[in-house]
Nanobody
Framework: QVRVVESGGGLVQAGGSLRLSCAAS????????MDWYRQAPGKQRELVAF???????NYGASVKGRFTISRDSAKNTAYLQMNSLEPEDTAVYYC??????????WGQGTQVTVSS
């Protein structure tokens, strides 16, 4: 079983920064992709960013240039550095881990609130 735990959310003013962490633990064969999704009230869950085992990254259009995803493979941990935050970034942020065999594991989410 794989456990995924996010941390680092909170309340920040517009223009501020937060750094989210996602730690995977348990019986992990290997991690292919770690990604971040977010879901705002009344909206569908959307992909924010992903990073592959090879270090390739991609970002959603709304966060490109402001957010940076990184990964510490030795710790099975991914990070999401969020700069220039906007009220529209307010959402619950979820981490998803894709392991070998294309098994998916989700964290419980962490709330990010950006005040104007």
């Amino acid at each position: 079983q794989v456990r995924v735990v996010e941390s680092g959310g909170g309340l920040v003013q517009a223009g501020g920064s937060l750094r989210l962490s996602c730690a995977a633990s348990g019986s992990i064969p290997s991690i292919n992709v770690m990604d971040w999704y977010r879901q705002a009230p009344g909206k569908q869950r959307e992909l924010v960013a992903f990073i592959t085992s090879g270090g390739n990254t991609n970002y959603g259009a709304s966060v490109k240039g402001r957010f940076t995803i990184s990964r510490d493979s030795a710790k099975n941990t991914a990070y999401l550095q969020m700069n220039s935050l906007e009220p529209e970034d307010t959402a619950v942020y979820y981490c998803r881990v894709v392991t070998a065999g294309t098994r998916l594991y989700w964290g419980q989410g962490t709330q990010v609130t950006v005040s104007s």
